[in-house]
């Protein structure tokens, strides 16, 4: 499925989007899919605020600036990607209940002040509000050791998540009972 | 969100119970996979739709009562659409 869109961003979001695609399954659960997605951006942007809170705790000070930028993105390129189809979804979001907008703004835009308040502090002491310890040779054989067992970790999960689904592959081709109700 | 084909108060029994589309189906001895190959939907679709919690589109509508051999009338026509909840 592609628009009208010739340009290179629109090109470059078809293609990245893929809606032809079968994983996207049928009618059903693609609604279900893109609710999903759109459940997955919202708690990304939360998490990305809070993260960026905690970063600014802690000191830093282009983390939580990249952090901030990041939960932004969701809504910017979904507003984007809906104008290109002639949908305004600044203005549906004029629908929103006053309590629901006070929640979000509030949240958001008080978690940003935070972060730019920590910010400052950071800047003008030399350091975060929870200062971190400074680094030790200790400390950087711990965090050396963190960062491998991370990379194995993830070399293992990935050889699980293999395994997963293989597993689940050939189980899906057993026979299925019908009119089973779940 | 998703619109559903019964109330929110409806037991998932009773609702499968009473579906024209499931009625049809079995009075054509076909499985929900087989009506599912044949409609080009997932067999949880066909589940969903049977037990009023998905209403299809009208696409998907027209093809399930050209394979079953009935009228999208007689097979979603009773059901008032009722908005709310996901399938």
């Not at chain 2, 969100?1 to 001895?29: D, W």
Request: net charge neutral.
């Amino acid at each position: 499925m592609t628009t009208n869109d010739d340009s290179v961003l629109g090109r470059a979001a078809d293609r990245l989007m893929d809606l032809d695609s079968p994983v996207y399954g049928d009618e059903r659960e693609r609604a279900l899919v893109m609710e999903a997605y759109t459940f997955g951006a919202t708690v990304t942007v939360y998490a990305c605020v809070g993260a960026a809170v905690v970063s600014a705790v802690l000191g830093g000070l282009a983390l939580p600036v990249a952090l901030l930028l990041a939960s932004v993105l969701p809504a910017v390129a979904s507003t984007w990607y809906a104008r290109r189809r002639g949908v305004d979804l600044l203005a549906m979001s004029e629908r929103v209940t006053p309590r629901e907008r006070r929640t979000a703004v509030l949240s958001v835009a008080g978690a940003t002040i935070g972060v730019l308040a920590l910010m400052l502090f950071t800047v003008r002491t030399g350091h975060g509000l929870v200062p971190l310890p400074a680094p030790t040779d200790r400390g950087q054989h711990v965090l050396e050791n963190m960062l491998l067992g991370g990379i194995l970790g993830g070399m293992v999960g990935g050889i699980a998540g293999g395994v997963t689904r293989l597993a689940r592959r050939r189980r899906a081709t057993a026979t299925e009972d019908d009119d089973t109700e779940d | 969100m998703t619109t559903r084909l019964t109330g929110p108060s409806t037991p998932r029994g009773a609702a499968a119970a009473e579906s024209p589309v499931r009625l049809r189906r079995r009075a054509l001895k076909i499985t929900q996979a087989e009506l599912a190959a044949a409609t080009e939907v997932s067999r949880q679709t066909i589940i969903a739709i049977e037990q009023g919690d998905y209403a299809p589109s009208v696409f998907l509508a027209l093809r399930i009562a050209r394979t079953l051999g009935s009228t999208v009338e007689d097979l979603f026509g009773a059901a008032e659409p009722d908005t709310g909840g996901s399938a």
